[in-house]
């Protein structure tokens, strides 16, 4: 039985421990899904910040400059793109949701993607990994299947039409990493 569950978003009753809490845990399931992919010799190119307050111009500009790494000079060189999104999750769409600014579309995300230096390119053999830990993450699947990106996973937390759950049992994010 899983204790301390409390669902992302839901503001009733939230309190500032609440606040600080789910920040930490946002940045140790960060931590601990860097950690995973380090052991297996793979490059972290960084990361959004992970604090509450955030930006979406400042993470769009930052998935925008992690593509372009796929460029001439790695011609032919398969890569595999992931992008871990742990954070707000709007009702109805699944759209990564900020403080201000906005927020991210499933579109906008295709559109980085296919805007890349070699996106176009016959040989292009990238391929890219979305892990969207966010309430109502599974918004993005229809879509995502309708444009039927060659190399795309995805990966949601839950149904379209449902919340995420911050979860603190001291361990890992095991969902995403089984």
Known sequence: RITNRRRRGDEHSRK???VH???HLWQRDFHAITQFFEQT???IWRCVPTRLYSSRNEAYDL???FFQLDNDNNKG???TFLIYWCGHGLHN???WGFSYGG???CQDIINAWRSRPIADNYDDISSLTIIADTCYSGGWIDELKQQNIPRLAYQAASRANEPAYVVDDGNIPRSLLM
């Open 16 to 18: 500032k421990q609440d």
């Open 21 to 23: 809490l789910e920040e």
């Open 41 to 43: 010799n793979a490059s």
């Open 63 to 65: 998935i925008n400059e």
């Open 77 to 79: 060189e398969r890569r």
């Open 93 to 95: 769409s699944g759209n």
């Open 103 to 105: 927020e991210i579309t």
